[in-house]
């Protein structure tokens, strides 16, 4: 189990220190959803982190799938994790206004470093206004 790996987002324990994960298999979820919300270019010295899954909403051209930009995404910043199988939904959000947002659902079901099966979920979104 990792001994200190913050818990992201960022909270308190119940003795008011900053919280800790509790197992291997919470902080290679959190490191997989960070990988997966985070666009490329996004962050200031590293520049190739992250996966354009927003943008993928929008665009109708593409030689890629999504499912090709998780697993590319992963074998190049989280080689450690072997990805076993992606499943991604996507679906309109209706907003106010007469505007609506585009999401994709993302199932990534995964092997961790110590060879347990894991399954990350999470919902990308962006507004398609």
């Known amino acids: 189990m990792p001994s200190s790996v913050l818990r992201w987002p960022l909270e308190l324990d119940g003795g008011g220190k900053l919280a800790l994960v509790r ?3 919470e902080m ?8 997966l919300s985070t666009r490329t270019g996004e962050r200031a010295m590293r520049t190739t982190y992250g996966c ?10 593409s030689i890629t799938t999504p499912e090709d930009d998780i697993r ?12 076993l199988s992606v499943r991604t939904a996507e679906r309109e959000l209706p907003r106010p206004h007469g505007y609506s947002d585009t999401a994709i659902e993302i199932e990534v079901e995964y092997l961790t ?14 507004s398609a206004q």
């Open 52 to 61: 354009d899954l927003p943008e993928r909403l929008f665009s109708q051209l």
């Open 28 to 35: 290679w979820d959190q490191r997989l959803k960070a990988l």
């Open 113 to 126: 470093p110590s060879r347990q099966e894991a399954v990350t979920s999470l919902t990308v979104t962006g």
């Open 72 to 83: 590319n995404a992963v074998s190049q910043w989280l080689p450690m994790l072997t990805v």
């Open 23 to 25: 197992s291997d298999e």
